[in-house]
């Protein structure tokens, strides 16, 4: 079974840079039949679609964050990242990586997410 893991700082100071790692075990971020998804929750807010990547490396970013977000991969690590850019602490959230055979993403009902790692913004 596929298994997703969040990896990175956990606090970042304001202005500053964004960056985490989704690791993935159990299926190659190359498989033609997904979608490989960033996404974040709020405090007390609902999941927002931030981007994903396809398997051919194709880029699709949600309209919100498009602006200042970055994601890559590294298919030798079948990694891939997300680059979060001058953040403010209203991009407090939980952040998900998450496998999905869609691009549109309102919850984390379907595919398949990893455990989500908090990340505070603040100085």
């Known amino acids: 079974q596929v298994q997703l893991q969040e990896s990175g700082p956990g606090l970042v100071k304001p202005s500053q840079t964004l960056s985490l790692t989704c690791s993935v075990s159990?299926?190659?971020?190359?498989?033609?039949?997904?979608?490989w998804t960033w996404a974040r929750q709020p405090p007390g807010q609902g999941l927002e679609w931030i981007g994903s990547?396809?398997?051919?490396?194709?880029?699709y970013y949600g309209p919100s964050l498009k602006r200042r977000a970055s994601i890559t991969r590294d298919t030798s690590q079948n990694q891939f990242a997300l680059q979060l850019r001058s953040v403010t602490p209203e991009d407090t959230a939980v952040y998900y990586c998450g496998r999905l055979d869609t691009i549109v993403v309102n919850s984390r009902d379907s595919g398949d997410w990893g455990q989500g790692t908090q990340v505070t913004v603040s100085s």
């Open positions: 990547i396809a398997s051919d490396g194709s880029i």
């Open positions: 159990g299926d190659s971020i190359t498989n033609y039949a997904y979608y």
